[in-house]
């Protein structure tokens, strides 16, 4: 019988959250905010027309990514920022976790809402 080859690739990973905007919006405010928000996060969510909502939407991004990686990391060390086109993509700031993995997110918020989706799956590695 002839040997089965193994799989080196993980299956996709999804996480999901929802949080209620009414907490962020005295937080859309806090400077105290850099132990969840990257610099960049909290300055992009002030430019928008409701801060509140964009944190909240971010916020859920980063849970969901902790969840679909499965591991426990800080919430300042994973980014959503936003791409050319608008959409949303995360940034892993922890050089491992970025190497390893790719991700796609969806974000959506009502005005008491904001839920998010990530899907994360192992990049191939690289033959040398």
């Not at 591991?71 to 920022?81: P, S, T, V």
Request: proline share 3%.
């Amino acid at each position: 019988m002839p040997k089965q080859s193994k799989i080196q690739s993980k299956e996709p990973s999804v996480g999901f959250d929802l949080v209620e905007v009414a907490r962020f919006k005295d937080l859309a405010k806090a400077k105290t905010m850099s132990n969840v928000f990257t610099a960049r996060e909290l300055k992009d969510c002030q430019q928008k027309q409701n801060p509140a909502e964009s944190l909240a939407s971010r916020f859920a991004a980063k849970e969901a990514a902790r969840k679909a990686l499965q591991k426990n990391i800080k919430f300042n060390q994973i980014e959503i920022i936003n791409q050319k086109n608008g959409s949303p993509q995360v940034n892993f700031l922890d050089k491992a976790i970025k190497e390893h993995y790719q991700s796609v997110v969806s974000l959506s918020h009502t005005k008491r809402v904001a839920g998010a989706v990530c899907i994360l799956w192992q990049k191939k590695s690289k033959k040398k």
